[in-house]
């Protein structure tokens, strides 16, 4: 034990000194604040050590820790590496040291992460996993809410349980929003993404606290292999390498960057200014130093270095836009194949930057370049706007083969080797297979068909020690499959555009992939994890239109999107049927037709279908012209439902589904195209109200003779992009929602009059509904930021708002319940109670 000195204070013996820095070996960030070096000193030591133990040590020990001073005082670590012998033992002390540093709350025992040291919400993750008991830790729902996302997200790399791994993969989600949101935003972020998994019970333990919690939720956009999004611009190109023995992406955009981030946690390491737009690039290593080559819309290309940023040299002669870069070691030294607008395909040493040879074969732009040994000797493959898959020889600069059968432009190209040969994989701009080909004898082995658009983007790797390749392209899926078997393992999904760029790594044994476009965020996924089974499945395409209806008693949410209209129930989310549109599904709108269940859907076929929802069956077409139905409505005529349609065509139709359903009963042409629908009882008589794209809201008396358009409000909106209609003080309202705009109007169809504007929304409103609660009237209004709003109608108040993972687009009033379309997925929300 240490003794005291007089003045001098604490004389630590060596095994004093060694128990107290202990802790500090294995402080994590800046180091350990006093307070908890003290008590990780006791645990891990035995001793009772004071503060002033420890305070008199570190004066004495000056020498060696460092001091740094923080917004919450001074911390303090080693200055050289500590002892760190049994380390998972000591870790395992650590961690339960500083969860029984975490305060409990007053009311059921638990732990008050809010009160919880800025050291451990920041570092707990670490040490937790260090000694393999994160799973245990994650348990705790509240530290989801409040720990540290950086470091949390790091620490979820390690290897985990399997219902660690579910929660691994509903914080990953949309960490990307949640990490940066306020505390209850990321509370409703997490409760969202939980039921997207399946979760229900964790869902409600997220929501504690905050007005709406989730009933259920699809998951079709989650997925575990998940490991973040990388929120910004979208890109252009993309390839991994390792940089201080961390992988990192490289990423090339139009706005003439190259941005270089850590593929852990997407921290950016280094952004790299082009001249122009960046297209095509890869990496290579020079002189033991990690390179990019980089490809520009004006020809550019150029070799800069990863570690400093800086440009070494550039590599001159196209012209015109560059599309293709791919890099090779060719004798032992860094090469660099390179093509696009000029239709050659040139070969550069990366050491001296010389061209070594030129290639001329492509009728047309040369789009992608992928690499593989052909009978011992180097050879480059690349696919063209010609329709065409090249071979070239990289010791002469000659072109060894041509391989054809694609009927459109070749966009993307990965090589690889099946059962000892080499392949090339290709897609395509107009086909919806790739084509796996034997580079040996030029054949083609397979077709990969699943995609249901275009292919542009591809890369291979090995899993489980099986060639594989990804493909990805206009579906907005990442396709994964086995090229043994020619099987698809997996499908990747959650991306909002068009996937355009790939790229696979390996990081500590795993294989990971790199993901993204033009208009989509790029995502890490773990592709050890790709083939887990995905969360409840639904839509595959964006939900465009979401309403209720009761179906033998119960009630239902049926909502359009890809070419499938979903019947489900309400109360548990539990799929009663799928029906196939045979088109993509752009309006929807449910109601009762003598005491049967109907819906009426439109697309863009230009026919409205009249489904009844109970027997699952489609009972008639209601043709239109050859153009998309905007919006569908049913409205009462003479007390009859009646299905109303508004086609691209500017014509407003009128339809009884029990008559002659080649003609409709009515038939009005408009000013400009409805964008918007909803029957209302105005004066005790139903009238149908529409929002055009003059901005004109719109009354219309669809009996007797006459005029039909009853009354014509002018709102001022740019154009009508979405309404809803309700009764407040006994008089008929409308709410319109134009354009981008960030406010909604509230207007009296009694005279005309702009009552209220509902304002603040942080991006334009893209859809609005109305509920009745009690004796309230509330309306609930989307914005672009992904929040709801809900908002008490006649005053035009504020009551509360809930965050969404990702933008939503559509939303209806199921009793007390909320059914939102967002993205592919439905969400079903209740108040909380």
């Given at each position: 034990m240490a003794s005291c000195d007089g003045a001098d204070g604490l004389m630590p013996d060596s095994d004093d000194e060694a128990a107290l820095l202990r802790p500090l070996a294995f402080a994590e960030g800046e180091g350990l604040p006093l307070a908890l070096w003290v008590v990780l000193a006791r645990a891990l030591s035995g001793r009772p050590w004071t503060t002033q133990d420890v305070s008199v040590f570190r004066d004495q020990a000056g020498e060696l820790l460092v001091e740094t001073r923080t917004p919450a005082g001074a911390v303090y670590?080693?200055?050289?590496?500590?002892?760190?012998?049994?380390?998972?033992?000591?870790?395992?002390?650590?961690?339960?040291?500083?969860?029984?540093?975490?305060?409990?709350?007053?009311?059921?025992?638990?732990?008050?992460?809010?009160?919880?040291?800025?050291?451990?919400?920041?570092?707990?993750?670490?040490?937790?996993?260090?000694?393999?008991?994160?799973?245990?830790?994650?348990?705790?729902?509240?530290?989801?809410?409040?720990?540290?996302?950086?470091?949390?997200?790091?620490?979820?790399?390690?290897?985990?349980?399997?219902?660690g791994r579910v929660r691994r993969s509903i914080y990953r989600a949309s960490v990307h929003v949640?990490?940066?949101?306020?505390?209850?935003?990321?509370?409703d972020i997490l409760a969202i993404d939980a039921a997207r998994h399946g979760e229900t019970g964790l869902a409600r333990e997220l929501s504690r606290g905050r007005p709406w919690r989730p009933r259920w939720a699809t998951g079709t956009t989650v997925h575990p292999a998940l490991r973040f999004t990388r929120t910004g611009l979208g890109v252009d190109a993309a390839a991994c390498t390792v940089i201080d023995g961390r992988p990192h992406a490289v990423t090339g955009c139009y706005d003439s960057t190259v941005r270089v981030w850590d593929l852990v946690d997407g921290t950016e390491r280094l952004v790299i200014t082009e001249d122009d737009g960046v297209y095509a690039l890869d990496c290579a290593?020079?002189?033991?130093?990690?390179?990019?080559?980089?490809?520009?819309?004006?020809?550019?290309?150029?070799?800069?270095?990863?570690?400093?940023?800086?440009?070494?040299?550039?590599?001159?002669?196209?012209?015109?836009?560059?599309?293709?870069?791919?890099?090779?070691?060719?004798?032992?030294?860094?090469?660099?194949?390179?093509?696009?607008?000029d239709c050659l395909v040139r070969l550069w040493d990366l050491v001296d930057g010389s061209e070594r040879a030129r290639m001329p074969g492509h009728t047309e732009e040369v789009r992608a370049v992928?690499?593989?040994?052909?009978?011992?000797?180097?050879?480059?493959?690349?696919?063209?706007?010609?329709?065409?898959?090249?071979?070239?020889?990289?010791?002469?600069?000659?072109?060894?083969?041509?391989?054809?059968?694609?009927?459109?432009?070749?966009?993307?190209?990965?090589?690889?080797?099946?059962?000892g040969i080499p392949h090339a994989v290709t897609g395509s701009g107009g086909e919806r297979a790739a084509r796996v080909w034997c580079l040996?004898?030029?054949?083609?082995?397979?077709?990969?068909?699943?995609?249901?658009?275009?292919?542009?983007?591809?890369?291979?790797?090995?899993?489980g020690?099986?060639?594989?390749?990804?493909?990805a392209g206009g579906d907005c899926t990442v396709r994964v499959w086995d090229l043994t078997e020619d099987t698809e393992?997996?499908?990747?999904?959650?991306?909002?555009?068009?996937?355009?760029?790939?790229?696979?790594?390996?990081?500590?044994?795993?294989?990971?992939?790199?993901?993204?476009?033009?208009?989509?965020?790029?995502?890490?996924?773990?592709?050890?994890?790709?083939?887990?089974?995905?969360?409840?499945?639904?839509?595959?395409?964006?939900?465009?239109?979401?309403?209720?209806?009761?179906?033998?008693?119960?009630?239902?949410?049926?909502?359009?999107?890809?070419?499938?209209?979903?019947?489900?129930?309400?109360?548990?989310?539990?799929?009663?049927?799928?029906?196939?549109h045979g088109h993509r599904v752009e309006a929807l709108a449910c109601t009762t037709v003598d005491g049967s269940p109907h819906a009426a859907a439109g697309g863009c076929c230009g026919v409205t279908r009249v489904w009844d929802l109970a027997a699952g069956t489609g009972l008639r077409d209601l043709p239109g012209p050859d153009h998309r139905v905007e919006t569908v409505a049913w409205a009462d005529v003479k007390g009859r439902p009646h299905v109303v349609t508004s086609d691209q065509d500017r014509t407003v139709r009128?339809?009884?589904?029990?008559?002659?359903?080649?003609?409709?009963?009515?038939?009005?042409?408009?000013?400009?195209?409805?964008?918007?629908?909803?029957?209302?009882?105005?004066?005790?008589?139903?009238?149908?109200?529409?929002?055009?794209?003059?901005?004109?809201?719109?009354?219309?008396?669809?009996?007797?003779?006459?005029?039909r358009v009853t009354a014509t409000v002018h709102t001022g909106h740019h154009w009508i992009r979405a309404l809803a209609g309700t009764v407040l003080d006994g008089r008929p309202h409308a709410l319109t929602v134009g354009a981008n705009d960030t406010a909604v109007q509230v207007w009296d169809l009694t005279d005309g009059t702009l009552r209220s504007t509902l304002p603040g929304h942080r991006a334009g409103v893209l859809a609005v509904a109305c509920a009745t609660r009690d004796d309230r009237t509330d309306a609930i209004t989307l914005d672009g930021s992904g929040t709801v709003h809900v908002w008490d109608l006649a005053p035009a108040r504020l009551l509360e708002k809930v965050a969404l993972p990702t933008r939503a687009q559509c939303v209806t009033a199921a009793g007390p319940a909320l059914v939102i379309g967002m993205g592919d997925d439905v969400v079903v929300l209740d108040r909380n109670h």
């Open positions: 670590r080693l200055r050289a590496r500590g002892d760190r012998s049994g380390e998972r033992r000591t870790q395992q002390a650590v961690t339960n040291a500083l969860l029984d540093e975490v305060p409990l709350d007053g009311d059921g025992g638990h732990r008050d992460w809010s009160a919880a040291a800025p050291y451990i919400v920041d570092h707990l993750a670490a040490h937790a996993a260090a000694a393999g008991v994160l799973d245990e830790v994650l348990e705790d729902a509240e530290y989801l809410v409040h720990a540290a996302p950086r470091g949390l997200l790091r620490a979820l790399n390690t290897p985990g349980s399997a219902q949640h990490a940066t949101a306020s505390l209850p935003e990321r509370r290593e020079i002189d033991g130093r990690p390179h990019v080559v980089t490809g520009t819309s004006s020809g550019g290309v150029r070799v800069w270095d990863l570690e400093t940023g800086a440009e070494r040299f550039a590599l001159k002669g196209h012209k015109g836009w560059i599309r293709a870069v791919g890099c090779t070691v060719i004798d032992g030294r860094p090469h660099a194949v390179t093509a696009g607008e992928a690499f593989a040994e052909v009978a011992g000797r180097p050879v480059a493959v690349t696919g063209g706007q010609d329709s065409t898959v090249r071979l070239w020889d990289l010791e002469d600069g000659v072109e060894r083969a041509v391989l054809t059968g694609h009927t459109s432009a070749v966009y993307s190209v990965a090589c690889t080797v099946i059962d040996t004898d030029g054949s083609e082995r397979a077709a990969l068909g699943g995609h249901t658009s275009w292919i542009s983007a591809m890369s291979c790797v090995d899993l020690g099986r060639p594989h390749v990804l493909t393992r997996a499908v990747l999904t959650g991306h909002q555009g068009y996937v355009d760029v790939l790229a696979c790594t390996e990081f500590e044994g795993r294989p990971y992939a790199v993901s993204g476009g033009h208009s989509a965020s790029p995502r890490v996924w773990d592709l050890g994890d790709a083939v887990l089974p995905a969360a409840r499945e639904g839509h595959t395409g964006t939900v465009r239109a979401v309403d209720a209806v009761e179906i033998d008693g119960r009630p239902h949410v049926v909502t359009g999107g890809d070419t499938t209209i979903r019947v489900r129930d309400l109360a548990d989310g539990a799929e009663r049927r799928t029906l196939s009128v339809w009884d589904p029990d008559e002659d359903v080649e003609h409709p009963l009515l038939t009005d042409r408009t000013r400009s195209a409805v964008r918007a629908m909803e029957s209302v009882v105005v004066d005790g008589r139903p009238h149908l109200l529409t929002g055009s794209d003059d901005a004109a809201l719109r009354l219309w008396r669809l009996t007797g003779k006459g005029r």
